[in-house]
């Protein structure tokens, strides 16, 4: 007998009766945490989410998920949840509230801005989000266009460094943005009969883990997908990942030096004349000027540099020029690297001169489902050109002037709180972020400098250790499955519905509106979610036909057309010309505009401050190079550490990996707790050993705190105790304002005792005024100690 098929039965349906449950197909974006959307399937019994599938029908992940949407009911339904206004009873660090009314918390906000305004100026606000969860057009909006201030961007993260620098590198080289294809842009997947798509010779993983990370809007899958196609690998990775195992050639870099290895590979396609003469001709700008520059980077001397073989870097060049179609998928250790940009446009370089542009199965330009393009700018157009001009950060052209994106600089923010110049911060609302367990690059520095602000909100799903420390108002937020909005980046454009409520949490969306309508109230003309949504569909989606009810529910997604090789169509280029968005029409390898703004033209590459060349007195006291963040499935950032989830079932420590030589000369073992340290301060995590790992590398856990611990201080949950970024310099960027040396740091190990214990992190930072400023003076590192005083 046929077995029925449940899911063509329910074909076409939104929603759905099964048993005692109701089923809702939608779109998932976090939080809880993720910054890609997925399709699923909720399953909700009496107002309450059960169970979460993944939608087969949704080609976007067909059906797979991670475990982190797997395990959302835990997350949703976690007792810890705050589900009413707090409004702050004792001092700031401990841990006293008040329940309040969400009308009397509006109004101390209202009262609170309106004293700015009057005692300082609009743009004495700062707001600040955390990465892509689903309020990065809505606080924008909202610090725009309810509170007047230019100074919306992210929550301290030093040299805005995630995707920010290489979505700028490539936005002023070439005029677009660039992802690797594997067929996302069409429905009907993978599908080489009724599609041009073809499935890449080669991927490139270059410093992305994307089957752990899923980052960017591309999920990890795909690759998985593509390699049962037929592609073959490459991995740049200090790391055995996965997916390097499963390559061809994994090139085992040490942290912080993609930069040489990309010039060397650029090096070997030009001297061995193995480059795409045909597209670089027609298309590039600039070559001579490049090839000029990469002929002193030598393979020989990007193996002494990155510790790789010479002959594994010519291979790869080999490998990526002979492809005849060949993807890089490129991630986060770019940007965090203070010669981010200079490295990114060095890889946008490698993709040029192979020709992989635009082409199926290459590297594709890709644009918002629709051309819509609501994100961090969205808004900003309703302040006045004098305000926008104070920007802080204004100062740096790629980020403010050229609207590549148009984000306040974070650390510059910081100074201006520590210093008040160019004027006085006083403050501040954050949004999904929670500095000081993982967004800012030095916690303690933030921790110092937030406490001196007049009024700090903070809007989570949990009491954070941030809430905790600063929070004067803190406003419980709506999870995903208690939305109603929709979602884009990139493709295809998603409708996200709401199937249950939280106590008395409020979406980001609906805490926007109802304080804008207080403030500005012609900037606020909807009145909900749904009808913020439909204005927005309506009106900055060019080609959609529906509102928020037909997206949620008759298409629940939608794939626009997509065209290969827009350059050669004249679909790039405002004028409608053929080529691409820059001044010169052509891939800029010699940047115009960078040019223009006093910067090197020219991709390069230059060690990280803190290396064993650079800093050779440093390295000799903390002799392994540190690596931090890598991603792990269980967990996103600070998230997902709520003792009752899976996630922290499976993954209950913080963990460092180095060596098993390494370990056994230190004489420490798997599981042991060890200090991680350097000049400017220590955090404790456990050993885990990782034989793939170069001897003098060691790679840390980033975003841990332990909501079991005590909220108040000293404990602040244990913030400080095994905090990474207890290691991490803030504003040393690179000469653009982007980038910064989250992933190339220098640090010791040694085993914890209960001699060396004694005085834990947390009570040193929280009670002692230290590290960062403490540690840098005794230490005479200038440079920080310097920036740090201003
Ligand atoms: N599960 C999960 N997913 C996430 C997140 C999360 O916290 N958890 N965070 C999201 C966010 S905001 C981002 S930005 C992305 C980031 O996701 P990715 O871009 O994938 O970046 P990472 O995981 O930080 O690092 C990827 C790989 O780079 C390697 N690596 C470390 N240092 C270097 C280096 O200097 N050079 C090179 N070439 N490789 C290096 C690491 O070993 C790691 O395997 O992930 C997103 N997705
Ligand atoms: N050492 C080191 N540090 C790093 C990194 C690294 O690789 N190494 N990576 C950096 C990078 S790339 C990034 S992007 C940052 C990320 O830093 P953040 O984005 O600040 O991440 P979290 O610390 O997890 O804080 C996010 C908070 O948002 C809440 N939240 C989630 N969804 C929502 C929502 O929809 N609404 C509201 N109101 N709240 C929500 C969560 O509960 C959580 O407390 O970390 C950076 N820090
Ligand atoms: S990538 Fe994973 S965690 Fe993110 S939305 Fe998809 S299934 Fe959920
Ligand atoms: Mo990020």
């Given at each position: 007998m046929a077995e029925k098929d449940y899911f063509a039965e329910h074909r076409g349906q939104f929603q759905w009766e099964d048993g005692d449950y109701t089923v809702t197909r939608t779109t998932v974006w976090s939080g809880p945490g993720c910054h890609d959307g997925c399709g699923v399937l909720y399953y909700t019994k009496d107002g309450k989410l059960e169970k979460v599938e993944g939608d087969p029908d949704c080609a976007y992940n067909q059906g797979t998920l991670c475990m982190r949407c797997l395990e959302m009911p835990e997350v949703v339904n976690n007792p810890r949840r705050p589900s009413k206004p707090l409004k702050r009873a004792g001092e700031r660090g401990e841990d006293k509230w008040d329940e309040i009314t969400w009308d009397e918390a509006y109004d101390i906000i209202e009262a609170k801005v309106r004293e700015i305004w009057r005692d300082y100026a609009p743009e004495s606000i700062a707001c600040m989000i955390g990465t892509g969860r689903a309020n990065c057009w809505q606080i924008p909006y909202m610090c725009y266009s309810a509170f007047g201030s230019p100074n919306f961007c992210l929550g301290f993260l030093s040299g805005?460094?995630?995707?920010?620098?290489?979505?700028?590198?490539?936005?002023?080289?070439?005029?677009?943005?660039?992802?690797?294809?594997?067929?996302?842009?069409?429905?009907?997947?993978?599908?080489?009969?009724?599609?041009?798509?073809?499935?890449?010779?080669?991927?490139?993983n270059w410093g992305c883990n994307a089957v752990e990370s899923n980052s960017d809007n591309f999920y990890g899958g795909w690759i998985v997908d593509c390699m049962q196609r037929g592609s073959k690998m490459i991995t740049v990775d200090p790391s055995l990942t996965w997916l390097a195992s499963r390559s061809e050639i994994w090139l085992r870099l040490r942290p912080g030096t993609d930069g040489a290895l990309a010039m060397a590979m650029l090096n070997v396609m030009i001297k061995e004349d193995i480059y795409d003469h045909d597209?670089?001709?027609?298309?590039?700008?600039?070559?001579?000027?490049?090839?000029?520059?990469?002929?002193?980077?030598?393979?020989?001397?990007?193996?002494?540099?990155?510790?790789?073989?010479?002959?594994?870097?010519?291979?790869?060049?080999?490998?990526?020029?002979?492809?005849?179609?060949?993807?890089?998928?490129?991630?986060?250790?770019?940007?965090?690297?203070?010669?981010?940009?200079?490295?990114?446009?060095?890889?946008?370089?490698?993709?040029?001169?192979?020709?992989?542009?635009?082409?199926?199965?290459?590297?594709?330009?890709?644009?918002?489902?629709?051309?819509?393009?609501?994100s961090y700018n969205y808004g900003y157009n309703n302040l006045p050109a004098e305000v926008q001009a104070k920007r802080i950060g204004a100062e740096y052209p790629l980020m403010s002037k050229a609207g590549f994106s148009s984000t306040a600089h974070s650390d510059s923010i910081l100074q201006a709180i520590e210093t008040g110049k160019p004027y006085p911060i006083r403050m501040l609302w954050l949004t999904s972020t929670n500095p000081i367990a993982n967004m800012a690059s030095d916690a303690p520095r933030v921790y110092r400098a937030l406490k001196t602000l007049d009024f700090v909100v903070v809007n989570d799903l949990f009491l954070t250790p941030t809430a905790v420390a600063f929070a004067d108002l803190f406003l419980p937020a709506a999870m995903s499955p208690e939305r109603d909005m929709q979602r884009v980046w990139w493709v295809p454009l998603r409708g996200m519905k709401k199937v249950c409520q939280y106590g008395e949490c409020k979406s980001d969306d609906t805490i926007v509106t109802e304080i804008g309508k207080r403030l500005h109230p012609e900037n606020f003309p909807w009145n909900n979610d749904q009808e913020w949504t439909d204005n927005i569909l309506r009106t900055e989606t060019p080609g959609y036909d529906g509102g928020y009810h037909e997206l949620v529910e008759r298409d629940i997604w939608v794939y626009p057309g997509f065209q290969y090789y827009k350059h050669e169509k004249g679909l790039l280029r405002a004028d409608g010309q053929p080529g691409f968005s820059t001044p010169s029409g052509r891939i800029e390898l010699w940047n115009t505009v960078f040019s223009l703004w006093g910067y090197d033209p020219l991709p390069d590459w230059a060690e990280p401050s803190n290396s064993p060349y650079s800093s050779p007195e440093l390295y000799e006291k903390y002799p392994f190079v540190l690596t931090t963040g890598a991603r792990h499935i269980e967990f996103f950032h600070s998230e997902h550490r709520q003792p009752e989830l899976t996630s922290r079932e499976l993954y209950p420590d913080p963990c460092f990996e180095m060596s098993p030589k390494s370990a056994a000369d230190l004489d420490i073992k798997e599981g042991d707790w060890c200090w991680l340290e350097n000049h400017r301060g220590r955090c404790r995590q456990k050993l885990r050993i990782n034989p793939t790992l170069d001897d003098r590398v060691v790679r840390a856990d980033h975003g841990w705190w332990f909501p079991e611990k005590d909220a108040a201080e000293p404990s602040l949950y244990g913030v400080f105790d095994s905090n990474i970024n207890n290691l991490l310099p803030q504003c040393e960027n690179g000469v653009t304002g982007y980038g910064a040396p989250y992933k190339n740091q220098l640090c010791k190990v040694y085993k914890c005792t209960e001699e060396n214990s004694k005085e834990m992190p947390s009570i040193c930072v929280s009670t002692k005024d230290g590290y960062s400023k403490a540690m840098d003076e005794s230490n005479g590192d200038v440079k920080v100690g310097a920036i740090y005083n201003g």
């Amino acid at each position: 007998m046929a077995e029925k098929d449940y899911f063509a039965e329910h074909r076409g349906q939104f929603q759905w009766e099964d048993g005692d449950y109701t089923v809702t197909r939608t779109t998932v974006w976090s939080g809880p945490g993720c910054h890609d959307g997925c399709g699923v399937l909720y399953y909700t019994k009496d107002g309450k989410l059960e169970k979460v599938e993944g939608d087969p029908d949704c080609a976007y992940n067909q059906g797979t998920l991670c475990m982190r949407c797997l395990e959302m009911p835990e997350v949703v339904n976690n007792p810890r949840r705050p589900s009413k206004p707090l409004k702050r009873a004792g001092e700031r660090g401990e841990d006293k509230w008040d329940e309040i009314t969400w009308d009397e918390a509006y109004d101390i906000i209202e009262a609170k801005v309106r004293e700015i305004w009057r005692d300082y100026a609009p743009e004495s606000i700062a707001c600040m989000i955390g990465t892509g969860r689903a309020n990065c057009w809505q606080i924008p909006y909202m610090c725009y266009s309810a509170f007047g201030s230019p100074n919306f961007c992210l929550g301290f993260l030093s040299g805005e460094s995630c995707f920010q620098p290489r979505s700028a590198a490539m936005a002023s080289m070439s005029g677009d943005f660039f992802i690797a294809d594997c067929s996302q842009q069409f429905e009907s997947r993978y599908d080489e009969e009724n599609t041009e798509w073809r499935c890449p010779e080669l991927i490139i993983n270059w410093g992305c883990n994307a089957v752990e990370s899923n980052s960017d809007n591309f999920y990890g899958g795909w690759i998985v997908d593509c390699m049962q196609r037929g592609s073959k690998m490459i991995t740049v990775d200090p790391s055995l990942t996965w997916l390097a195992s499963r390559s061809e050639i994994w090139l085992r870099l040490r942290p912080g030096t993609d930069g040489a290895l990309a010039m060397a590979m650029l090096n070997v396609m030009i001297k061995e004349d193995i480059y795409d003469h045909d597209f670089v001709e027609k298309w590039c700008y600039g070559f001579d000027e490049l090839a000029e520059r990469v002929k002193e980077w030598t393979p020989a001397r990007a193996a002494e540099i990155c510790w790789v073989d010479e002959a594994d870097i010519v291979a790869a060049a080999r490998m990526y020029a002979g492809a005849k179609n060949a993807a890089m998928q490129w991630g986060l250790p770019i940007d965090q690297a203070v010669m981010g940009i200079p490295t990114a446009q060095a890889l946008n370089a490698l993709w040029a001169l192979t020709g992989n542009i635009d082409n199926p199965g290459g590297n594709i330009v890709i644009r918002n489902a629709f051309d819509q393009n609501v994100s961090y700018n969205y808004g900003y157009n309703n302040l006045p050109a004098e305000v926008q001009a104070k920007r802080i950060g204004a100062e740096y052209p790629l980020m403010s002037k050229a609207g590549f994106s148009s984000t306040a600089h974070s650390d510059s923010i910081l100074q201006a709180i520590e210093t008040g110049k160019p004027y006085p911060i006083r403050m501040l609302w954050l949004t999904s972020t929670n500095p000081i367990a993982n967004m800012a690059s030095d916690a303690p520095r933030v921790y110092r400098a937030l406490k001196t602000l007049d009024f700090v909100v903070v809007n989570d799903l949990f009491l954070t250790p941030t809430a905790v420390a600063f929070a004067d108002l803190f406003l419980p937020a709506a999870m995903s499955p208690e939305r109603d909005m929709q979602r884009v980046w990139w493709v295809p454009l998603r409708g996200m519905k709401k199937v249950c409520q939280y106590g008395e949490c409020k979406s980001d969306d609906t805490i926007v509106t109802e304080i804008g309508k207080r403030l500005h109230p012609e900037n606020f003309p909807w009145n909900n979610d749904q009808e913020w949504t439909d204005n927005i569909l309506r009106t900055e989606t060019p080609g959609y036909d529906g509102g928020y009810h037909e997206l949620v529910e008759r298409d629940i997604w939608v794939y626009p057309g997509f065209q290969y090789y827009k350059h050669e169509k004249g679909l790039l280029r405002a004028d409608g010309q053929p080529g691409f968005s820059t001044p010169s029409g052509r891939i800029e390898l010699w940047n115009t505009v960078f040019s223009l703004w006093g910067y090197d033209p020219l991709p390069d590459w230059a060690e990280p401050s803190n290396s064993p060349y650079s800093s050779p007195e440093l390295y000799e006291k903390y002799p392994f190079v540190l690596t931090t963040g890598a991603r792990h499935i269980e967990f996103f950032h600070s998230e997902h550490r709520q003792p009752e989830l899976t996630s922290r079932e499976l993954y209950p420590d913080p963990c460092f990996e180095m060596s098993p030589k390494s370990a056994a000369d230190l004489d420490i073992k798997e599981g042991d707790w060890c200090w991680l340290e350097n000049h400017r301060g220590r955090c404790r995590q456990k050993l885990r050993i990782n034989p793939t790992l170069d001897d003098r590398v060691v790679r840390a856990d980033h975003g841990w705190w332990f909501p079991e611990k005590d909220a108040a201080e000293p404990s602040l949950y244990g913030v400080f105790d095994s905090n990474i970024n207890n290691l991490l310099p803030q504003c040393e960027n690179g000469v653009t304002g982007y980038g910064a040396p989250y992933k190339n740091q220098l640090c010791k190990v040694y085993k914890c005792t209960e001699e060396n214990s004694k005085e834990m992190p947390s009570i040193c930072v929280s009670t002692k005024d230290g590290y960062s400023k403490a540690m840098d003076e005794s230490n005479g590192d200038v440079k920080v100690g310097a920036i740090y005083n201003g």
